[in-house]
Antibody, heavy 111, light 112 residues
Framework: QVQLKESGPGLVQPSQTLSLTCTVS????????VHWVRQPPGKGLEWMGV???????DYNSALKPRLSISRDTSKSQVFLTMNSLQTEDTGIYYC?????WGQGVMVTVSS | DIVMTQAPLSVSVTPGESASISCRSS???????????VYWYLQKPGKSPQLLIY???NLASGVPDRFSGSGSETDFTLKISRVEAEDVGIYYC?????????FGAGTKLELK
């Protein structure tokens, strides 16, 4: 079954680093690109970045200084790391391959 | 950044009637390869977005043919024929032509 599933801490303190994992099944990361998109509570969608099937990455310039996306193909996992978190980073974080999205993981930035 | 502007922000539809949602991009989404990189998603309440239409007019797998997409280089329309209760949610258009990929603010569809 083709699916993506995000996991990570639900609460992060301001100025700390967020680490999320997207575990995929039913397809290979070397054949599909995986994107990260986030959604603040009650608001719209913001594209964060992508790791291409070949392993290269691209980032939203607004987040690039703080953001890193990597992967472990042997474990079928994609990782998102973002530092210097602020309250405005609170929201649901989704990984997706355009045609299919994960269920999302809620991240709250608060002390 | 390419700005995606949706209209209306909300629409109320009688079940069985049709609905149309518009989306305008601040730049042509037509690539030199002839593909127009506009996508439509539906986010049902409490759920993650699901793909409806890709590359302007292609129906995603498993999506009812009541949904259709059309448009030009900068103006796009999602049409829903014979609206059903399961169509309630927020519809987003998005452009996947250039970095950063961007989305419209969303159109909330509810039933009368």
């Amino acid at each position: 079954q083709v699916q993506l599933k995000e996991s990570g801490p639900g609460l992060v303190q301001p100025s700390q680093t967020l680490s999320l994992t997207c575990t995929v099944s039913g397809f290979s990361l070397t054949s599909y690109n995986v994107h990260w998109v986030r959604q603040p509570p009650g608001k719209g969608l913001e594209w964060m970045g992508v790791i291409w099937s070949g392993g290269n990455t691209d980032y939203n310039s607004a987040l690039k200084p703080r953001l890193s996306i990597s992967r472990d193909t042997s474990k079928s996992q994609v990782f998102l790391t973002m530092n210097s978190l602020q309250t405005e980073d609170t929201g649901i974080y989704y990984c997706n391959r355009i045609s299919l999205w994960g269920q999302g993981v809620m991240v709250t930035v608060s002390s | 950044d390419i700005v995606m502007t949706q209209a209306p922000l909300s629409v109320s539809v009688t079940p069985g009637e049709s609905a149309s949602i518009s989306c305008r991009s601040s730049k042509s989404l037509l690539h030199s390869n002839g593909i127009t990189y506009v996508y439509w998603y539906l986010q049902k309440p409490g759920k993650s977005p699901q793909l409806l239409i890709y590359r302007m007019s292609n129906l995603a797998s498993g999506v009812p043919d009541r949904f259709s997409g059309s448009g030009s280089e900068t103006d796009f329309t999602l049409k829903i024929s014979r609206v059903e209760a399961e169509d309630v949610g927020i519809y987003y258009c998005g452009q996947l032509l250039e970095n950063p990929y961007t989305f419209g603010a969303g159109t909330k569809l509810e039933l009368k």
